[in-house]
């Protein structure tokens, strides 16, 4: 980051990055909804080398209680990296980098859950990042939004987040460790998809005014691109397979479609068992 | 909040088919929940383990420095044991520094690894007086759902044991295997209601009045216990413990030894 004078060349003749990528293209993601046993919604997501785990509990009790609104809720998100997620050993606990993106994706978080319906509780979102390749931020808001959403918790959309940023005077998305470290720049972005919305936007080092448009533009396809795969997950775990729905439920489908009126057969869901 | 209230009808479900030899699981008294290994889950450290005993879930991972040895044992490494409960995996973990059921279950960790001998701490010495290798063994629970003690155990001497000394990174020479001597295994049972039942759940602990965890060795003998929570236990319970702990420490170790990556 802030282009620290380096001899390794991170692009090559080609213009193909270090893993042999083009400038837009992403690393691989997968993400797995409901993870976690014991938190009320959480998802795991690999994203190239960084591993990352989200989990939601709540709306519960707000703690501490000066922080509770009586109009709303509020989204308190608490990000932290393993001790051995990173290759110097971590000390364990809140520093201020962890301190600092904690808030920002609380805020982003706050925007798109419907606060207004649960006034004085606390959505308590956390991110672990147990092995990281730069671009956690990113990983631990998108995973976040998918394990807000397998809780269950109101949202007008779910977040995706990717960063862009700037190597060799090439912008690039998604940038890896070595890319961070020795990149002339980093802009990390989320968005709500279904409306363009900027929630999560930061940047260092430089970059002129046409290479932020740039990189703002190629971010925000990557998030939708990321926002795909997270509705992927979510389909994933909770989707059901026809064989699986029950000739009485297949009847009652079948009533509908032809207009008749049926009783509502009775909903399983485990979640709300539990809770 | 450090305990979950348990509904009076759970408790009682709990307690009446202990009677039975039933556990509200499907498991007898004297059963494990299925382990899973997964050994160098993470590439950021020297050696790492995923392990899931039923539920529960936890990461330990091992990183390596060099730095000083203590004065009064020159030619030793060091190493240090640490436990994250971390909000995430439970209702009732909070975050903030180390509280005392962070401290009383890396401590019981850091026991059996040491007074077991499971480390030949003369071979991460460096230079004598001056340099050796400073271990740290950080144990990220994950999903908490009972018997952390256990878990976190395993996933220790399954991390130690695939760790590699990174002394290349440090111009100390060439990456050697973590030099184990032996695989101390704990073994954790409570009392609920009279009988000794094994590896309890998240529920079944919040039942329990007495907790006792006895880690041994390969060859038979004991390196650590600890005995926790309110209750007690009898003199039979005691030698009942420690027959079970021995067997259920030959098959755990097996499962350490082949755990895949």
């Known amino acids: 980051m802030g282009g620290t004078p380096t001899d390794i060349q991170l692009l090559d003749a080609n213009g193909l990055r270090l893993d042999g990528r083009r400038p837009d293209e992403l ?60 290759s110097d050993r971590k000390r364990p606990g809140p520093d201020r980098r962890s301190q600092e993106i904690s808030k920002i994706i609380s805020e982003a978080l706050e925007h798109v859950v419907l606060t207004q319906y649960f006034p004085r509780t606390s959505v308590d979102v956390f991110i672990e990042v147990l092995q990281a390749d730069a671009g956690t931020r990113c990983a631990g808001l998108t995973a976040a939004s998918v ?41 990390p972005l989320g968005i709500i998809p279904r409306t363009g919305e900027i929630v999560l936007l930061q ?35 909770y989707s059901v397979a026809p064989e699986e729905v029950s000739d009485e439920v297949e009847e009652a489908i079948d009533a509908i479609a032809h207009g008749e009126e049926v009783d509502e057969p009775e909903e399983h869901d485990e979640k709300q068992e539990e809770s | 909040m450090t305990k979950k209230l348990l509904s009076d009808i759970t408790i009682d479900h709990i307690r009446s088919m202990i009677e039975k030899d039933k556990r509200v699981d499907g498991r007898t008294r004297e059963e494990f929940r299925p382990i899973k290994i997964q050994k160098n889950y993470v590439a950021t450290a020297e050696g790492s383990a995923l392990v899931t005993l039923g539920d529960t879930k936890l990461l330990v991972g091992v990183k390596c420095l060099v730095g000083e040895p203590y004065k009064d ?8 044991t640490n436990a994250e409960l971390i909000p995430m995996a439970n209702e009732t973990f909070e975050s903030g520094p180390p509280n005392e059921r962070s401290i009383e279950v890396a401590r019981v960790v850091d026991r059996g690894i040491r ?33 952390l003690f256990d878990a976190a155990n395993m ?27 032996h695989m101390p295994i704990s073994t954790t049972f409570v009392k609920l209601d ?68």
């Open chain 2, 155 to 181: 996933g220790a001497v399954a991390a130690l044991k695939s760790a590699i000394i990174p002394a290349s990174r440090f111009d100390k020479g060439e990456d050697f295997p973590f030099p184990m001597k």
């Open chain 2, 73 to 80: 044992t020159p030619n030793s490494g060091v190493l240090t």
């Open chain 1, 203 to 237: 940047m260092d080092g430089d970059l002129s005014i046409e290479e932020f448009y740039t990189a703002l533009t190629m971010a925000t396809e990557a998030c939708h691109k990321i926002s795909a795969l997270q509705k992927e997950a979510l389909r994933k775990r």
């Open chain 1, 147 to 187: 394990a807000l959403a397998d809780a269950g918790v109101p949202m007008r959309d779910m977040i995706a987040s990717c960063a862009a940023g700037k190597i060799d005077d090439t912008i690039i998305i998604d940038l890896r460790k070595e890319e961070d470290n020795c990149g002339q720049a980093d802009l």
């Open chain 1, 27 to 86: 690393r691989p993601i997968t993400i797995k909804a409901d993870a976690l046993k014991r938190a009320d919604g959480s998802a795991y997501l690999e994203w190239g080398g960084n591993k990352v785990l989200a989990a939601v509990y709540g709306p519960r009790e707000c703690h501490p209680r000066h922080r509770q609104d009586p109009m709303k809720a509020v989204v308190q998100c608490k990000y932290n990296m393993a001790s051995f997620s990173v």
């Open chain 2, 194 to 261: 009279g009988y000794l039942v094994v590896d309890p759940n998240y529920d079944e602990e919040n039942v329990a009045r007495s907790r006792l965890t006895i880690a041994t060795l390969e060859n038979g003998r004991l390196c650590a216990m600890q005995k926790g929570l309110g209750g007690s236990f009898s003199r039979a319970d005691v030698e009942k413990a420690i027959e079970l702990s021995l067997r259920f420490g030959n098959l755990i170790r097996d499962q350490i030894e082949s755990a895949g990556e």
């Open chain 2, 115 to 147: 007074e077991g001998q499971a480390i030949d701490f003369d071979k991460l010495c460096i230079t004598p007086e001056e340099e050796v290798w400073k271990t740290f063994v950080d144990i990220h629970v994950l999903d908490y759902d009972g018997n």
